[in-house]
């Protein structure tokens, strides 16, 4: 089964704030509003300078992609705890309203009976 990719807007918008904060913290040349100044800012550097900023750029990747890994493996985490306690409310709540209507019945049947 395929698993589909949700690309509404608000996605969009919260998977690029996700990357700028990794990455900023990592390797802020590699953020989208920095792409267009890169050329200008590395103009006059040499070829190993270039050689050297591409490994950094290559490390710098590898690193936001395990941070990224770590930090959708614990939303995911958070959000299964999320739903176990949802659940749990779910089922206390719809088991204090079983037994309420239950106990309707009883009283109503009771005082038919009388």
Do not use: C, W
């Amino acid at each position: 089964m395929t698993q589909k990719t949700n690309t509404s807007p608000e996605t969009v918008a919260a998977m690029q704030h996700i990357y700028s904060i990794l990455m900023g913290a990592i390797e802020p040349d590699l953020l989208p509003e920095n792409m267009d100044s890169l050329e200008k800012k590395f103009k006059s550097e040499t070829t190993e300078q270039k050689r050297e900023r591409s490994e950094r750029y290559e490390k710098a990747f590898a690193l936001f992609e395990e941070r990224f890994s770590y930090l959708m493996s614990a939303y995911k985490d958070h959000i299964g705890d999320i739903k176990k306690t949802l659940m749990t409310e779910y089922k206390i709540k719809s088991t204090q309203e079983d037994a309420a209507a239950l106990n309707a019945v009883e009283q109503s049947l009771n005082q038919s009976n009388a």
